[in-house]
């Protein structure tokens, strides 16, 4: 189930740094907020901290009725899920991916042994994987698979919310395209809730349905995705959008895939 994500009043310190500073934030259920800003205003942050990674200075995360603290319960925990630029960063090099899906099955009991290998072989045709990837290790893999599984890793404990941080920045160009139409299509498969951190102000279009624009740590606009590619209210966002010269092209014609579905 989804819930709503609440972040109130939400500050992060580096030392004396202040990374995030008073971020006000709501996220509806089967939406997708995208986070857009110039690289060391936050983002990641943000991701960070709503993920339970870091702890913040001042402020509140709440999911549903339930706040979220640096101490969270194995059910908050599977909440939240993250996938990370370079998919390493979320996959044992020493698992099989058999066991790096099945062992988020069963810590987070959503299936039991018996039936985690079916389980498996639905999550990996999820991700457009042939179910011969089980028994393999991640680094058989290209960084594209590897993404894939780390995408099938988190949603196989059914989060609430996905928190996306540049997904496919670390990926090669050629295989960027398939992997933001494979999120997407889960998107719409799944109704999922995402938080979807990207520099590519093409790819915010394509996926977010809200768009949040973050600046030296502070939030400047968050608007519904037509209205901020229309009419952008702060000036920094104007700023941005105007920074990308083919944007008329692409934001009239919609960005397709070689299947020519929108990603
Ligand atoms: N562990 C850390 N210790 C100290 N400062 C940090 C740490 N992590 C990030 N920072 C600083 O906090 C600021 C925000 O960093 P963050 O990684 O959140 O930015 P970002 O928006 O994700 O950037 P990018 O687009 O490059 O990924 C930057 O100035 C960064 O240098
Ligand atoms: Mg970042």
Redesign the pocket.
């Known amino acids: 189930m989804s819930l709503t994500l609440e972040v109130n009043n939400l500050t992060v310190r580096?030392?004396r740094?202040t990374?995030?500073e008073n971020i006000h934030l709501e996220l509806q259920p089967h939406t997708t907020l995208g986070l857009v800003?110039?690289?060391?205003?936050?983002?990641?942050?943000?991701?960070?901290v709503v993920a339970g990674l870091?702890a913040p200075a001042e402020g509140q995360i709440r999911l549903g009725s339930q706040p979220l603290t640096m101490k969270r319960s194995r059910e908050q925990r599977k909440q939240i899920q993250m996938i990370f630029?370079n998919p390493d960063a979320s996959l044992n090099p020493k698992h099989t991916v058999r066991t790096i899906l099945s062992d988020a099955l069963l810590f987070h009991h959503i299936v039991d042994r018996r039936e985690a290998l079916n389980r498996c072989k639905e999550l990996l045709a999820r991700v457009q994987l042939d179910a011969s990837a089980l028994d393999r290790y991640p680094h058989q893999f290209s960084g594209g698979q590897r993404q894939r599984i780390a995408i099938a890793r988190a949603l196989s404990v059914e989060p609430s919310l996905l928190i996306a941080?540049?997904p496919t920045s670390a990926l090669d160009v050629s295989v960027q395209r398939n992997v933001l139409e494979l999120l997407s299509s889960l998107k719409a498969e799944l109704d999922l809730t995402m938080l979807f951190?990207s520099?590519d102000l093409g790819v915010i279009h394509a996926i977010s349905d809200t768009v949040a624009v973050?600046r030296q740590?502070k939030l400047v606009e968050v608007s519904p995705k037509e209205q901020f590619f229309a009419r952008p209210e702060a000036a920094y966002s104007r700023e941005l959008l105007s920074a990308v010269p083919q944007m008329p092209k692409l934001y009239t014609g919609g960005l397709h895939g070689a299947n020519g579905k929108n990603i």
Request: proline share 0%; aromatic share 8%.
């Open positions: 580096y030392g740094f990374a995030l800003g110039e690289s060391g205003s936050g983002k990641s942050t943000l991701a960070r870091i630029q941080d540049e951190i520099h973050m740590g």
